[in-house]
């Protein structure tokens, strides 16, 4: 009776913790995404801007499709590809991947989580369905590697692996907590040798590249003839996306400038020489409290940024349960309309 007892105060307390600290979460995650937003709007405003044509297939011809906070993305007449049509100058943009007050915050808290958490992994199962494809053994390039956590997975399958990374305190976590060699600065400056890495991976990373050709091609030329290139990004055609359109996170903010759909990120790499292995997508992000917020409280609402305590246990039931059944019917249940886009292509 009292061990019962004893327990269900246990498990109560630590659903009172959790709540707590999802909470405190989201509440981090508006503050900062209205940041963001505020210092993109004034920099579009105030400092140098890029035009852009579409980077899948060249074609000037655009239509608009939404106007999100801090850019108006269009559409490729020809291609179909979504991007944003006008963006931040380089030298903000390298600013701000460099070193950004804003922008560092969010990685502190990413590097509590891991802290906390030493094992959890942002990509289940990825390493395993990479490896599948990959002939040899060699050497991986993580580009855009951040702090490092999937440089770490991929280490122990391969005799060498390195990171990219642009930002400064990035790069260093990655190499005091993962002991992996990063290197700073533009892909085509670093002196690696072409066709010398077995594995090349972009895990969140294309959305954010103003000249997705320019990287690409010099990403295929250090692959290894049959190297394999996997890409992961959110994805256009996602039913998140349809539902929160301009006001989904992966377009609120000046950072993501690239909307892809499994089609588009076909496309691209077709463009590039390289060979379909698989494409599928991942994850609802789609929550019971965004959708109440969207209906119920349009004004405050903000895609990932809103918390309710009643609403938050069976969303988060259902969130994990159509995950969770997406991934055991191997894509089959979202089939192209996951949140997320996971591609391995062949060179
Ligand atoms: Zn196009």
Not at 49 to 61: A, H
Not at 62 to 72: G, S
Not at 225 to 242: F, K, Q
């Amino acid at each position: 009776m009292i061990p019962g007892i004893a327990r269900s105060i246990v498990i109560g307390m630590n659903i009172f913790d959790r709540l707590g600290e999802t909470r405190a979460n989201i509440a981090f995650a508006r503050e900062y995404t209205l940041e963001l937003q505020e210092q993109g709007r004034r920099l579009m405003k105030t400092g140098k801007t890029i035009s852009r044509i579409c980077e899948v297939c060249g074609s000037p011809q655009q239509e608009d499709r939404f106007m999100a906070p801090v850019y108006d993305f269009v559409a490729c007449r020809n291609c179909g590809f979504v991007y944003a049509k006008s963006i931040l100058g380089e030298e903000a943009m390298d600013k701000f991947y460099r070193h950004d007050e804003v922008a560092q915050r969010s990685w502190s808290k990413q590097l509590e989580r891991l802290e906390a958490n030493p094992n959890t992994t942002q990509y289940p199962g990825l390493v395993t369905r990479i490896m599948k494809n990959v002939r040899g053994r060699e050497r991986a390039l993580d580009f855009g590697c951040g702090q490092g956590e999937f440089l770490y997975e991929l280490k122990g399958h391969f005799r060498k692996v390195i990171g990219v990374e642009l930002g400064k305190e990035q790069a260093e976590t990655a190499r005091r907590k993962f002991g992996v060699e990063v290197l700073e600065g533009d892909i085509g400056s670093l002196g690696l040798q072409k066709e010398s890495f077995d594995l090349i991976c972009m895990n969140q990373v294309i959305e954010h590249l103003p000249r997705v050709n320019d990287v690409l091609k010099k990403l295929v030329q250090l692959l290894k003839p049959e190297g394999v290139l996997a890409i992961t990004c959110p994805n256009l055609d996602s039913w998140s996306m349809r539902i929160f359109r301009e006001k989904h996170s992966h377009v609120n903010t000046q950072v993501h400038v690239n909307m892809f759909s499994p089609k588009t990120i076909e496309k691209l790499a077709l463009r590039h020489g390289l060979k379909k292995r698989q494409v599928g997508t991942y994850m609802l992000d789609t929550t019971l409290i965004d959708l109440a917020y969207l209906i119920f409280a349009k004004k405050s609402f903000m895609h990932r940024c809103n918390f309710n305590i009643l609403l938050y246990p069976p969303s988060w039931l259902l969130e994990k349960a159509v995950n969770k059944a997406n991934e055991i019917s191997n894509n089959v249940l979202m089939g192209s309309s996951g949140s997320y886009i996971e591609a391995i292509f062949m060179k």
